[in-house]
């Protein structure tokens, strides 16, 4: 298996621009979290689906961004308009079982986002 | 919600020695405290894994020992290696919530 395959591996994007990031997980697994990494708050949930369904979307710090997953292979998430403060390392992870399982996550290698 | 707490946050070592990383978690109904690795680049790794009915488990040069009383959890590596230089993150999972610390800086100086 490739693993969780997630794109672009950089972003280098202009204040107020739309960036989407995309993620492919393992297949099989039906569980896919969104995860934002900073030096200052470590790394922090945005989003969790199972079955393709978002399950808690309380991590998603404001309207500004907003998460799909059409079908059981791929997910989006979406910054529109884009600000300096949301430059982070964004990863993917997916899990076979549903997060109250509690078993460990397989991550993405990430996308670094910059916003100038 | 749960409340994760890693110490130290940097760690030098020289190879060969033992390296010990420790977490505390706030939530008694936390039952699974995986930690992973994070190499330069890279998305964290999961390197080993205990549940609460477990107190210690163990693979290869890498434990992890489990106090749910104290609601403490540590990860050991002996015979460090430079490879093992990375940055390590230990997390607490509830029913509803899993929470990462804010991750230990190895350094395995040969």
């Known amino acids: 298996d490739a693993g969780v395959i997630q794109s672009p591996r950089h972003e280098v994007t202009e204040m107020g621009q739309e960036v989407t990031l995309r993620c492919k997980p393992i297949?099989?697994?039906?569980?896919l979290f969104w995860y934002r990494q900073t030096m200052m708050r470590g790394l922090e949930l945005l989003i969790y689906f199972n079955n393709n369904v978002p399950i808690d979307d309380s991590g998603m710090p404001e309207d500004r961004f907003s998460a799909k997953m059409p079908n059981a292979s791929f997910s989006t998430l979406k910054i529109q308009p884009s600000e300096p403060r949301d430059s982070a390392v964004y990863f993917c992870?997916?899990?076979?079982?549903?997060?109250?399982?509690?078993?460990?996550?397989?991550f993405g290698s990430g996308t670094r986002l910059t916003v100038v | 919600g749960e409340n994760v707490e890693q110490h130290p946050s940097t760690l030098s070592v020289q190879e060969g020695d033992s390296a010990v990383i420790k977490c505390t978690y706030s939530d008694s109904a936390s039952n699974y405290f995986p930690w992973y690795k994070q190499e330069l680049g890279k998305g964290p790794q999961l390197i080993i894994d205990i549940r609460s009915n477990v107190g210690e488990k163990k693979d290869q040069r890498i434990a992890v020992t489990l106090n749910k009383t104290a609601k403490h959890f540590s990860l050991h590596i002996t015979e460090t290696q430079p490879e093992d230089s990375a940055v390590y993150f230990c997390?607490?999972?509830?029913?509803?919530?899993?929470?990462f610390g804010a991750g230990t800086r190895l350094t395995v100086k040969p």
């Open positions: 297949s099989g697994h039906n569980s």
């Open positions: 992870a997916s899990s076979f079982y549903p997060r109250d399982r509690g078993d460990g996550y397989t």
């Open positions: 997390a607490a999972s509830g029913l509803n919530d899993m929470r």
